[in-house]
């Protein structure tokens, strides 16, 4: 096997020892291994046990160059050294992103530890955090309360009676007390019909319902607002005006002769009766609104602290679920770590290995094999069925020895002996 070993001095430089990459020499390597396997088949009679010690020895031959040719080598692992490179940047970027993203976590625990403090400070001391003390607070609201409870059980009895006066009640009497409130009221209109004591009952509401929608108004600013709560009010007095124009009117008719002239407003306005009605309902009403305004404030100043707190636990929530995104993302770049850090070890172990040119080898293979063939066609004397048997079993051989490489119709350009 010397002529094989020295198949390869054609491949070397004087003092590199590396690959001539001229297609003339190429060609004469071609031509060397073809005119090796000529002769070797002429020596052995063209038998295939022995075609497969030369093949093996062929591989293992060529095998050991490759293993020798640095710069072929280098050639070869270039593109595993660049892959290698892009997989380092791509781990210092995961590396940078996990900086970024435990840093981001850090603040976020410090975020979540101050707002636990601020929960537990504001309750101490609420004036900290621009909240008024909540216990002169209370005190306030109750006394707002407990008088509130009264005007509006007071606002209650005059309506419901003064709205029967006015809409059901026929008089018997001409007593300012029986005209505005009626004892019987409620029971008097619910056996007239469910519709009169339904009527009767709710009006009260509306007037309460008056009271909450100015004060909900008059937290808004601007002339539109005052112009809405002038409305209201505007609206409110007419009601009872009207409401104490039909009740006088009644008492009137009551009371009429026949010389009286007809009730109209002139004769109303001059009624202290009429203007007693109206302040009866009206400026109590006023005082309820006002009343329930205060409580409504005072509630509300109550409830600074009580939605400070609810803010803030919201605020934990949102930090919460931010908190675990990056969690996610910081583990997501972790798993990619590792997974980078696998392929640079398994790149390098393949740079640390050597790459066997498996088309080159092939080619050489192939021209061996037909340099074999072609002797046993020209040099060797046998009957036609005895030279194809033979050519048949050498043919055998050297698909078994591919076969064994795993090199029968390969897919891929080069094959990389890993280090281990």
């Known amino acids: 096997?010397?002529?094989?070993?020295?198949?390869?001095?054609?491949?070397?430089?004087?003092?590199?020892?590396?690959?001539?990459?001229?297609?003339?020499?190429?060609?004469?390597?071609?031509?060397?291994?073809?005119?090796?396997?000529?002769?070797?088949?002429?020596?052995?009679?063209?038998?295939?046990?022995?075609?497969?010690?030369?093949?093996?020895?062929?591989?293992?031959?060529?095998?050991?160059?490759?293993?020798?040719?640095?710069?072929?080598?280098?050639?070869?692992?270039?593109?595993?050294?660049?892959?290698?490179?892009?997989?380092?940047?791509?781990?210092?970027?995961?590396?940078?992103?996990?900086?970024?993203?435990?840093?981001?976590?850090?603040?976020?625990?410090?975020?979540?530890?101050?707002?636990?403090?601020?929960?537990?400070?504001?309750?101490?001391?609420?004036?900290?955090?621009?909240?008024?003390?909540?216990?002169?607070?209370?005190?306030?609201?109750?006394?707002?309360?407990?008088?509130?409870?009264?005007?509006?059980?007071?606002?209650?009895?005059?309506?419901?009676?003064?709205?029967?006066?006015?809409?059901?009640?026929?008089?018997?009497?001409?007593?300012?007390?029986?005209?505005?409130?009626?004892?019987?009221?409620?029971?008097?209109?619910?056996?007239?019909?469910w519709l009169e004591g339904v009527l009767v009952v709710t009006i009260p509401f509306v007037f309460m319902g008056l009271g909450y929608v100015i004060h909900m108004v008059q937290k808004g600013k601007g002339l539109k607002n005052v112009f809405r709560m002038i409305a209201l009010f505007l609206t409110t007095f007419l009601f009872d005006a009207l409401l104490a124009y039909q009740i006088e009117k009644k008492i009137y008719e009551f009371n009429k002769t026949t010389d009286s002239s007809p009730y109209n407003l002139n004769i109303a306005l001059g009624e202290a009766e009429f203007w007693m009605i109206i302040f009866a309902g009206f400026v109590v009403y006023i005082i309820w609104g006002l009343v329930f305004d205060f409580v409504m404030k005072e509630f509300e100043n109550i409830d600074k602290i009580r939605a400070f707190i609810r803010g803030k636990k919201e605020n934990l929530i949102d930090l919460e679920k931010l908190k675990t995104d990056y969690i996610n993302k910081t583990n997501d770049f972790k798993q990619q770590i590792i997974t980078i850090t696998g392929k640079i070890s398994e790149l390098q172990s393949k740079i640390d290995g050597f790459v066997f040119p498996v088309k080159e080898y092939l080619h050489y293979h192939h021209q061996y094999k037909e340099g074999w063939f072609q002797a046993i066609n020209t040099e060797i004397a046998l009957a036609h069925k005895e030279k194809t048997e033979l050519l048949e079993n050498c043919e055998l051989h050297s698909e078994e020895h591919l076969s064994k490489l795993n090199l029968v119709d390969p897919d891929f350009q080069h094959l990389v002996y890993s280090k281990n």
């Open 1 to 193: 096997m010397k002529s094989l070993t020295q198949l390869f001095s054609l491949k070397k430089t004087e003092d590199s020892g590396t690959f001539n990459e001229n297609e003339e020499d190429r060609e004469q390597i071609r031509i060397t291994y073809y005119q090796s396997g000529f002769a070797a088949s002429i020596k052995a009679t063209g038998k295939p046990i022995v075609l497969k010690a030369c093949l093996q020895n062929l591989y293992m031959s060529f095998e050991d160059q490759c293993r020798k040719q640095k710069l072929e080598q280098d050639k070869l692992k270039q593109p595993y050294r660049e892959e290698q490179e892009k997989n380092r940047t791509e781990l210092k970027k995961c590396e940078a992103a996990i900086g970024i993203y435990e840093k981001k976590e850090q603040d976020i625990n410090d975020s979540v530890d101050q707002i636990k403090n601020e929960i537990i400070e504001v309750k101490r001391n609420p004036d900290k955090y621009g909240i008024e003390d909540g216990k002169g607070l209370k005190a306030q609201f109750y006394i707002g309360l407990f008088l509130l409870l009264p005007i509006t059980l007071y606002v209650l009895v005059f309506y419901i009676s003064a709205s029967y006066s006015a809409f059901f009640k026929e008089f018997a009497n001409d007593s300012l007390t029986a005209a505005i409130f009626d004892a019987n009221a409620l029971t008097n209109s619910f056996k007239a019909s």
